[in-house]
């Protein structure tokens, strides 16, 4: 007889190599046909609803790995709260208007912009921004994520942009829409006015000089042959220069130095006198800067006045203590200005270019004006220094290029009015990091308003009508008529047609006496269009509610999307959209730089997907500390990859013991289990509870490194380390093996289910392995519940002993080893000998020998008795020797009593009865 037949070795179907570049395909054709989304919906229909609501991304080109990070996570939440009590919509989303259309349809020389109409460029737009939908679609299918793909919302959906228009009607209702004469960033690149969302930092190079304005005026306070000195970095603003700002509460000082009599900050001089080189300076005088007030001098080579004013924007963190001011070109110097009945002097165009406002220079590009404007000041004596510093800088966040502050007309959404109604809803809503918080509560306390208005073509039109007067027409019957009409018709119908067609039938105004309107051309900015997603897709669909419970993106979105959906929200409801606020970091190559074209160091997730599969990225997103900026690079994920290959070798594992398991009928109730498998269950329920508590905190690095730890320790390292024996050797039905499969099905089931969410590619491919199993996909069951046993705490206090004890045995056998004493650990005999508190419930555990995997176990006397020879640890004396006796054939066992049955010569006792009663059929 061959006794390897005799012995019922691991048995499965299941793929030991996990080749998930081809098989996840496979898994999702099959999600397809059972159409896995509206499954899911039915079967948890009923439920409490968690409605986690996604920020669009921007439809053009192929997905980056931080949107694979954004998609992935949403993922996990998604399918985690299906599987444990909730039923889950989840709709993705798309953000479709906007330059970078634009500038793509323009860059591909397919579009001939010049020669179309605004309605047919739009359509071209929209025909682009669809095509980079349905590329980016697949992409995020491709990486797992479970979503109403065929019904997503799309921001140039008809429907969508209806909602919107009643947003931005119910803010004009409200009061919180106006049109207004202010600075706002400019982006000559784009020709288009930016929010703070669309602004970006980088470092700039960049002009400091330092400007001496003649006293005309000292109004008693400064003598005439006094020059106020100020410092700027934008010598191309000068031309447009009105006024001088001073900070009333700080002293200034006039000194004489350089041969001039100079006005500047007392705090700041010293600083000064370094930086413009003055070797001896005398100070004449000392005023306060509200003594100041009113105060005029010239213009360095304009003939026109610059008036000294009192700010408290005035810092003494750098420069002079006395401010150029441009009313045309800085919130602070328009606030200021206005106080003072300054005029708004705007000397430059929409591209940049100066204007005839600033004679000398006009038809020059503000950058290149610099140097003209630096050498007229040389001229006029008044340049004191020049020099190039590199700063941080506001850039277009889509062009890359320098942005300007530039006055002109804009509509605006007041903050200011709506200030404290948002201040309060922030403290309302629960932000993860709470740092969140703080971080939107400052930027929202010091905003003003918000410039709503961008100057391109392809966007949701702002619905105002001018009449004759030029008065702006915005009621509540024009607004709701057009409503209607891009609820039927979508936005393109506000440039198809005359102002006339777009009122309601029979519209007049008092603006208007002869019945001739004119229409808005300005588009809304496209944080409008995102920000109003709350109303215009948890409101309009059925399968959704408002707030959402959850908004989950980039922490660069506190000055976008968080921001911009709840400026919108608060001013339409007086509530945040949402309840709560999860933020993730930034994706950093391997070694934290920023990832960029040009460095080469861009981790492409569709590259990484076909090879190493969309499970991986998963579980590489799951073992991170999202919430600070993470990194990844092909050895992080190398690593990831082999964290995968112990979870799914452990699963293949448990799947191949548990071939001709049925565990309706082969399970063996918990109080009939061996100890030590009480205490694998009785760990494994806290496992459970450790996961799902973490899932619900959002803690995804502690389901990983829980998950991971008790594949790889608790369970190969030990537990299916010390049943091996037991699985193999004894007879199928006997109830040590039982007890042993029964264990072995929970784990099977309980990790398959708490991997789902994040492996979900795997567990779906394990499910179908699983006896017993009726349910299509693991995407279709809970979560699996803990159960607590009678005396656990004190079973797992003494088995936790144990494997204390463990561990000095296999220290023991190491040594040995080493020594050359014993091979492997099944050639040695073991003597233990435990300090007395421990030796008289070790003499109660059975089968010693097989869970420390020797041939012989058994207890001498205590720690104190022990022999010289035995080694010496915290609880107890090892003693490890060759087992005596010959090797049974079949279990490898060393003993003196293989071949006492004269019928199995080369077998064990045990093996012998085994084979006798259940294999030997003479």
């Known amino acids: 007889m061959n006794y390897k037949d005799t012995l019922l070795m691991p048995k499965t179907e299941f793929p030991m190599r996990g080749n998930l570049p081809q098989r996840e395909p496979q898994v999702q054709e099959k999600w397809e046909e059972l159409n896995i989304y509206q499954k899911v919906q039915e079967h948890t229909k009923g439920r409490p609803s968690f409605i986690l609501h996604d920020g669009p991304p921007y439809a053009n080109g192929d997905i980056h790995v931080g949107h694979a990070e954004n998609k992935i996570l949403k993922d996990i939440i998604v399918r985690y709260k299906s599987m444990n009590g909730y039923n889950a919509p989840y709709v993705p989303g798309w953000d479709t208007h906007g330059l970078p259309i634009e500038t ?61 228009i009643e947003v931005f009607g119910e803010m004009v209702k409200r009061g919180f829409i106006y049109k207004g004469l202010k600075p706002v960033y400019w982006s000559p690149s784009s020709e288009s006015a930016l929010a703070e969302a669309e602004i970006e930092y980088y470092d700039k190079r960049s002009a400091s000089i330092y400007v001496a304005f003649p006293v005309k005026d000292g109004k008693g306070v400064l003598d005439q042959d006094v020059s106020i000195v100020i410092w700027t970095t934008t010598p191309w603003t000068i031309p447009a220069n009105l006024g001088i700002s001073v900070h009333p509460d700080l002293d200034y000082v006039v000194v004489e130095a350089a041969g001039r009599k100079l006005l500047v900050a007392q705090a700041l001089l010293e600083q000064l006198q370094k930086e413009l080189e003055w070797n001896e300076v005398s100070v004449l005088q000392t005023v306060k800067g509200k003594e100041l007030e009113y105060v005029v001098a010239k213009h360095p080579f304009y003939d026109r006045d610059s008036l000294v004013m009192c700010g408290e924007h005035v810092t003494t963190d750098a420069g002079t203590g006395a401010v150029h001011t441009a009313p045309g070109h800085g919130e602070d110097d328009f606030l200021v200005g206005k106080r003072y009945n300054l005029d708004v002097l705007c000397p430059v165009d929409d591209r940049g270019v100066m204007t005839k406002e600033a004679p000398g220079f006009e038809g020059l590009f503000y950058d290149e004006a610099n140097k003209n404007i630096t050498q007229k000041l040389e001229e006029a004596g008044a340049l004191l220094k020049l020099s190039f510093i590199t ?39 629960n932000w993860i990091p709470n740092w969140g918080e703080t971080r939107l509560f400052n930027m929202i306390k010091d905003r003003e308003d918000w410039c709503i208005s961008r100057q391109r073509a392809w966007g949701v039109p702002i619905p105002v009508f001018y009449g004759e007067d030029g008065e702006p027409i915005m009621t509540e019957e024009t607004i709701n008529h057009v409503v209607g009409l891009f609820r039927e018709h979508g936005s393109n119908v506000w440039f198809e ?55 989950l993106e980039g922490s660069d979105q506190y000055r976008g999307w968080f921001n911009s959906s709840l400026s919108t929200s608060v001013a339409i409801t007086g509530k945040a959209p949402y309840k709560s606020v999860l933020s993730h970091g930034f994706v950093l190559d391997g070694e934290g730089r920023k990832m960029s074209k040009s460095i080469g160091n861009v981790m492409d997730p569709i590259k990484v997907m076909n090879q190493l599969g969309a499970d991986i990225l998963r579980l590489w997103v799951s073992s991170v500390d999202y919430q600070a900026d993470v990194r990844v690079s092909d050895e992080i994920l190398k690593q990831v990859a082999e964290v995968y290959r112990k979870i799914r070798n452990t699963m293949r594992f448990l799947l191949g013991n548990l071939n001709g398991f049925d565990p309706k009928t082969n399970a063996v109730p918990f ?92 567990a779906d491919e394990v499910w179908k392995y699983i006896p017993g199993v009726t349910e299509e996909s693991v995407q279709l069951t809970s979560m699996p519940e803990s159960v607590s046993y009678p005396g656990e705490e004190e079973l797992v206090k003494e088995w936790d002993r144990f494997m204390d004890l463990r561990d000095e045995v296999l220290k023991a056998l190491e040594v040995a080893r080493n020594e050359k004493v014993i091979g492997k650990s099944l050639t040695a005999s073991i003597t233990l000998y435990p300090s007395a508190d421990v030796k008289s419930w070790l003499e109660n555990v059975e089968d010693l020998n097989k869970l420390f995997i020797v041939s012989e176990a058994r207890i001498g006397g205590t720690k104190d008795e022990a022999p010289e020879e035995a080694v010496q640890y915290d609880q107890l004396a090892v003693s490890v020797k060759p087992a005596e006796g010959e090797t049974c054939e079949r279990c490898w066992v060393v003993s003196p009593e293989v071949g006492t ?22």
Not at 139 to 150: A, I, N, P, S, T
Not at 394 to 401: I, S
Not at 538 to 551: F, G, I, N, Q, V
Not at 909 to 919: D, F, G, L, Q, R
């Open 104 to 164: 793509a349809l323009t860059k591909s020389g397919k579009v001939k912009r010049k020669e179309m109409s605004v309605a047919e460029f739009r359509k071209k737009c929209e025909e682009y921004a669809l095509t980079q939908v349905d590329r980016q679609r697949g992409q995020f299918k491709r990486l797992g994520v479970r979503g109403d793909w065929e019904n997503p919302y799309i921001t140039l959906n008809k429907a969508y942009e209806a909602r919107q």
């Open 391 to 429: 700063h941080s800088y506001p850039h277009d966040w889509r062009t890359k290029k320098p942005v300007i502050f530039r006055a002109t007309a804009q509509w605006f959404a007041s903050i200011k009015g709506m200030r404290e109604d948002m201040l309060n809803a922030v403290k309302e809503v």
């Open 497 to 551: 047609r005359d102002a006339k067609d777009l009122l309601p039938e029979g519209f007049t105004s008092p603006h208007s006496p002869n019945g001739r309107f004119t229409k808005e051309t300005d588009i809304m900015d496209v944080w409008f269009d995102s920000g109003s997603s709350h109303w215009s897709v948890l409101e309009e669909r059925s399968d959704l509610t408002r707030p959402a419970d959850l908004y």
């Open 671 to 762: 109080e009939e289990l061996g100890q030590i498998d009480q205490y694998m269950l009785v760990k494994l329920n806290k496992l459970i509870d450790r996961v799902k508590k973490s899932y619900d905190e959002y803690q995804f690095l502690a389901v990983y490194n829980a998950i991971h730890n008790f594949c790889t320790i608790d369970l190969s390292s030990f537990y299916l380390d010390i049943a091996k024996d037991t699985l193999y050797i004894q007879a199928e039905d006997d109830i040590k093996r039982r007890s042993i499969q029964t264990v072995l099905y929970e784990a099977l089931m309980a990790i398959t289910k708490l991997t789902a969410p994040i492996l979900t590619h795997t």
């Open 901 to 922: 049955n004269e019928k199995y010569p080369t077998l064990c006792p045990s093996c012998a009865e085994i084979v006798a009663n259940h294999y030997d059929k003479e």
